[in-house]
């Protein structure tokens, strides 16, 4: 429970401190996320065989 608290406090304060930044970042963040995925399925197509 407290290190979820920290996390939010932390981001909060991130938040404050960045005003419309934290927007940009997200979409960057969210950028990033959807080009691993898309690796990530890539990877899982060609390679169907789990490796164990």
């Not at 407290?2 to 981001?11: A, D, N, Q, R, S």
Request: glycine residues 16%; aromatic residues 8%; charged residues 5%.
């Amino acid at each position: 429970m407290m290190v979820g608290t920290g996390i939010f406090t932390t981001l909060g304060s991130a938040t404050a401190e960045a005003h419309s930044g934290i927007l940009i970042a997200m979409l960057i963040g969210g950028g990033i996320i959807f080009m691993t995925w898309l690796s990530a399925a890539q990877v899982g197509v060609n390679y169907p065989k789990e490796v164990v």
